[in-house]
């Protein structure tokens, strides 16, 4: 399996971000991750959202790009 930042997967991540529409925003990711607890990842995940630019979002390639980018 293919492992993201810090050992999350993007499946992972986008696990957390379940109902997301786009375009969406930094903060709407953020606010989907906290709606409930989706798992004993969603504080790591979550910490990677943090370290994302604010900005417009695309498509879910537009996010794993970014996160990409996340050292």
Request: zero cysteines; aromatic letters at 2%.
């Amino acid at each position: 399996m293919a492992r993201g930042v810090g050992g999350i997967g993007p499946a992972n991540i986008m696990k957390h971000l379940k109902g997301v529409h786009f375009p969406t925003s930094k903060s709407r990711m953020l606010e989907l991750a906290n709606e409930k607890d989706k798992g004993p990842d969603t504080a790591d995940v979550i910490m990677i959202l943090e370290k994302m630019p604010d900005r417009e979002y695309s498509s879910v390639a537009d996010i794993m790009k970014e996160i990409g980018k996340i050292e």
